[in-house]
C-alpha cells in the first residue's frame, strides 16, 4: 500500500494544485515528488530507472480498471483511476504496469 500511495500522493496534488494560492504550488509539488521518491527509495532494493526495460506493452487501461472495481480493493481502484487520468495527461506506460500488477 505505501508504494501505491507514492503514485496516488502526487497524483492528487496534480488535483488540487491549481486551486492552491502561487506561493503554495512549487512547494506542495516539491514536497509531494521528495515524499514519493523517498517511499521508493524506502522499499527499493535496486536502483529505480527512469525508463524500465521488460514492459511486455502497455495493458489496457479499461481492462485494468474494471478489474480493480471488480476486485473492490480501494488502492488499486485509485491506482487505476491515476493511470487512466494521467494517460490523457501525461502517458507514461509505468502507471498502467502498476496499476495491473495492484490488481494481481
Not at 512549487?26 to 526495460?53: C, G, H, I, Q
Not at 488502492?75 to 496499476?99: C, N, S
Request: charged content about 15%.
Amino acid at each position: 500500500v505505501p508504494l501505491i500511495h507514492s503514485i496516488t500522493g502526487p497524483a492528487a496534488v496534480r488535483l488540487v494544485i491549481e486551486h492552491l494560492p502561487a506561493a503554495q504550488r512549487r512547494p506542495s509539488y516539491l514536497v509531494a515528488r521528495d515524499v514519493s521518491a523517498s517511499m521508493l527509495d524506502w522499499f527499493s532494493t535496486t536502483p529505480v530507472t527512469p525508463n524500465p526495460v521488460g514492459l511486455s506493452g502497455v495493458p489496457d487501461l479499461g481492462e485494468v480498471f474494471a478489474t480493480a472495481v471488480a476486485i473492490g480493493d480501494e488502492h488499486a481502484i485509485k491506482l487505476a483511476e491515476v493511470a487512466v487520468r494521467h494517460q490523457a495527461l501525461a502517458p507514461d506506460p509505468r502507471l498502467a504496469a502498476a496499476a495491473r500488477a495492484a490488481n494481481q
